[in-house]
Nanobody, 123 residues
C-alpha cells in the first residue's frame, strides 16, 4: 500500500489543522491505518489509529479529546482533525499502515509509511 500525507502547516496555539493521508493499493480494505509523529530528538510516537471500516478508533492519551481520526473510504483517504493545538504537538506527522485489524502503537510494526507532513504550533 502507498501512502501520501498532506495538510501540515504553521498554526497558533489553540488553532486547528486537518491532515490527510491518501492511500492506494488493491487490498487497502484489510489494513489498519495510523498516524504517528516525531519531534526533533524524540522517538516516533503513536497518535491515533483506526480500522479501514472505521468501527474501531484509538488515540494516544496526549491527544484524546482534541484529535479525531476519520476515513473516507470512497476517496481512500484517512484524516486527522487536530484541535486545541499546543506547542508540544509540533512534530512531523506520518501516516502508516499495517495488515490486519489490530491496533499497534509500536512504529516498528508498520511496514508502510507516507513521507510525513510538518506541523508547527507557535505559542
Amino acid at each position: 500500500v502507498q501512502l501520501q500525507a498532506s495538510g501540515g502547516g504553521l498554526v497558533q496555539a489553540g488553532g486547528s489543522l486537518r491532515l490527510s493521508c491518501a492511500a492506494s493499493g488493491r487490498t487497502i480494505g484489510s489494513y489498519f491505518l495510523a498516524w504517528f509523529r516525531q519531534a526533533p530528538g524524540k522517538d516516533r510516537e503513536f497518535v491515533s489509529g483506526m480500522t479501514w471500516s472505521g468501527r474501531n478508533t484509538f488515540y494516544a492519551r496526549s491527544v484524546k479529546g482534541r484529535f479525531t481520526i476519520s476515513i473516507d473510504t470512497n476517496a481512500n483517504t484517512v484524516y486527522l482533525q487536530m484541535g486545541s493545538l499546543k506547542p508540544e504537538d509540533t512534530a512531523r506527522y506520518y501516516c502508516a499502515a499495517r495488515e490486519g485489524l489490530a491496533n499497534a502503537t509500536d512504529a516498528t510494526r508498520y511496514p508502510n509509511w507516507g513521507q510525513g507532513t510538518q506541523v508547527t504550533v507557535s505559542s
